[in-house]
């Protein structure tokens, strides 16, 4: 080329990239304000990635498992790793405090010293991909499916958060955590004596990315266990009934939708598959060993949710039954390894309170006899048939948010495969070992549903199904052994696998469709893509909570607001107190005998505001009996003499509480 030729070509080039530069300095297709969301919600995922990667990785150091197949042993090493570090987030929270500078030296010394150990972990994943490359076209379906499931729920899950119990206490203890600097017992939220082991993730999550990466994180934990599940079945019964386990547990709303929701419902289902597995290797193998570490998972489930003591009760039952000359060893074994994953929660709970299961059983803490009895004689739904026919009906039955819109409340919608395949496992006619194994997660799902059905007949709010995800993995199983029972029925001119193939394709097809609908009605991904600020999503999702917690949140240094039947007090924080079990009035009132007292003690407590939720009391009114109308009386009363500040269409009325 002349050296007159390149010159033109450079002055071409250059004229061309001026051009361009210039057109889009006044046509500006990517503002500051979108490069910001996207930098905010990348580090929120990479904040949730690394945590997962440190737990992966600490799993790999602890549990090397390497007879374990690939896609379960990385589950079950995120297990190990997600436990470990949330006892150490505890101790470290509570002794020195977690924030942003200690989350990085935390995770800096973390990936100094396990960094062989992540990338061995990592590459578990690289057994992955055969498992697309030889799914046939059913596992290819489900797979793209469940694939697109997770990219429905992403988006929701970096947006600002939205459910209930999220806002309730799932994000709003680690939020107080970083708030105050330390973990702090919190009189005004019953909720901080449930177990934590999840929260302590979010809160670790919560210190480098804020609310989007705890919810991320709870969105990996979930993909974790659905990638451990989708192998362990593989290896039981096939690939194709691999796939069609892992479409049976996400072929409901609840489950898939979940996801994104910051709740721990997805650790609760790891820790339960991995308690499974591992009890199911012990058996297999006559290695005691292993039972330590199912009966540890046991207890981290516990550690996580109160009602997850269904894995350990569910994996005492099988062991008992298992026929083994050393079973009562097993059983101590197994209980031994959950005592000690339950021990660092207990005990932070009976430091605190007095009381190791805080808020239940009996008077501690903030729980007086009142309000214990306010929350634990909650009215029994339903009748016995709840028991007896409980998968049908809470299948049949359950709705999300079913106690808002009146219906029984099971609270959760579970889809039609669970319970459409999980009993044809009856039908299997494979080897006496995968027989063997079929009858003990049948067991240890038969001991779920009695729990379950019996709970429900004694305490209302034990009906709910959420409560029990902790077994969900067992039932997902059994629906495979059900899908390969099913297509081993030889029918002249009839594919019958092919057939069930296509019902499940339709299920989760549906369910599908659900997501992506409500992904989109709720414009998350433009939150995502920064083309909405999450002010105005939190808006369009919250209605008049978002500017009545905003109008809270910017009250005068030094003013404080107490919430009446409003639980959900993550974004006042720190100027609110929430009413985490609406009973605030009925305790106060009770206690001190007027209105006027009540007040008198609200103000001398630091109030300055009550931010009073009339649909809320409303919905109270007209449901809940245990109010008496002269409570109601006294109600209207003081709400008629204090000075309305700001009022947020027919939702919320801000009052101001200081004396006149």
């Not at 997600?82 to 942003?100: D, R, T």
């Not at 308690?275 to 005691?288: F, G, M, R």
């Not at 709400?639 to 309305?644: E, F, G, S």
């Amino acid at each position: 080329m002349s050296k007159q030729r390149f010159l033109l070509f450079m002055i071409s080039l250059l004229w061309l990239t001026a051009v361009i530069g210039g057109y889009y300095v006044s046509h500006k297709p990517i503002t500051p304000q979108i490069v910001l969301a996207w930098l905010s919600h990348g580090w929120s995922l990479l904040a949730a990635l690394m945590w997962l990667s440190l737990a992966g990785g600490l799993g790999a150091r602890l549990y090397p498992a390497s007879d374990t197949p690939p896609l379960t042993r990385l589950a079950l090493q995120v297990a190990v790793g997600l436990g470990v570090w949330s006892v150490i987030a505890l101790i470290w929270s509570g002794l020195i405090g977690i924030n942003l500078g200690w989350a990085l030296g935390m995770i800096s010394l973390g990936g100094a010293l396990l960094w062989r150990d992540v990338i061995s972990w990592w590459r578990n994943w690289a057994a992955l991909p055969p498992f697309w490359r030889e799914a046939g076209s059913l596992g290819r379906g489900i797979a793209l499916g469940v694939g697109l499931i997770f990219l429905f729920t992403l988006p929701v899950a970096l947006a600002p958060p939205l459910k209930f119990d999220a806002l309730v206490y799932h994000l709003s203890l680690p939020q107080e955590t970083l708030l105050t600097g330390r973990l702090v017992y919190d009189p005004a939220n019953m909720f901080w004596g449930m177990p934590q082991a999840a929260q302590m993730g979010y809160l670790l999550a919560m210190a480098l990315g804020g609310a989007p990466a705890a919810a991320a994180l709870g969105w990996l934990v979930g993909l974790t266990a659905v990638i451990g599940l989708l192998g362990f079945s593989s290896t039981r019964f096939g690939r194709r009934a691999g796939w069609v386990t892992v479409a049976a547990l996400l072929g409901g709303y609840s489950l898939a939708a979940s996801l994104s929701w910051a709740y721990v419902d997805w650790h609760t289902i790891l820790f339960g598959f991995s308690a499974l597995a591992l009890l199911e290797c012990c058996l297999a193998a006559d290695d005691s060993r292993t039972l330590w570490l199912a009966g540890i998972f046991a207890g981290l489930a516990i550690g996580t949710k109160y009602t997850a003591g269904v894995v350990w009760l569910g994996g005492a039952v099988v062991l008992a039954t298992a026929g083994k000359p050393s079973r009562f060893k097993l059983l101590l074994i197994f209980t031994l390894g959950a005592a000690l994953a339950v021990f660092p929660w207990l005990s932070k709970n009976l430091a605190a309170t007095g009381n190791p299961f805080y808020p239940f059983g009996y008077p501690a803490g903030a729980m007086t006899p009142l309000r214990l009895s306010l929350y634990q004689q909650q009215p029994i739904e339903g009748g016995w048939l709840d028991f007896f026919l409980l998968p049908l009906r809470a299948t049949f039955y359950g709705v999300e948010n079913a106690t808002l819109l009146g219906r029984p409340g099971y609270n959760s919608s579970l889809g039609p495969l669970l319970l459409g395949l999980a009993p044809l496992a009856l039908l299997w006619r494979g080897k006496a070992k995968e027989w063997g194994f079929v009858r003990r997660v049948g067991l240890f799902s038969l001991v779920g549903w009695i729990v379950g059905g019996l709970g429900g007949r004694f305490y209302g709010h034990l009906i709910r199904t959420h409560l029990y995800f902790a077994i969900f993995p067992a039932l997902a199983l059994l629906a495979g052994a059900g899908f390969a029972a099913l297509g081993n029925l030889r029918l002249p001119g009839v594919r019958t696998a092919r057939l069930g193939g296509a019902l499940v394709w339709l299920a989760l097809g549906f369910n599908l469709v659900q997501i992506g609908e409500e992904t989109l009605e709720r414009r998350a991904w433009e939150v995502l893509l920064g083309t909405r600020t999450p002010e105005q999503y939190q808006i369009d999702n919250l209605g008049w909570y978002a500017p009545a917690m905003e109008a809270v949140r910017d009250l005068p240094e030094g003013k404080r607001a107490l919430l009446l039947w409003e639980p959900r007090g993550f974004y006042c924080a720190p100027r609110c107190d929430p009413d985490e079990t609406l009973d605030h009035w009925m305790d106060a009132l009770r206690t001190f005998g007027s209105a006027t007292a009540v007040l008198d003690d609200w103000r001398a407590r630091g109030y300055t505001h009550l931010l009073f939720y009339d649909l809320g009391v409303e919905f109270i009114r007209a449901s809940d009996s245990r109010y008496q109308l002269s409570e109601w009386i006294a109600l209207d009363g003081i709400l008629a003499d204090l000075p309305a500040v700001e009022r947020f269409g027919e939702g919320y009325t801000l009052y101001a509480l200081e004396s006149p």
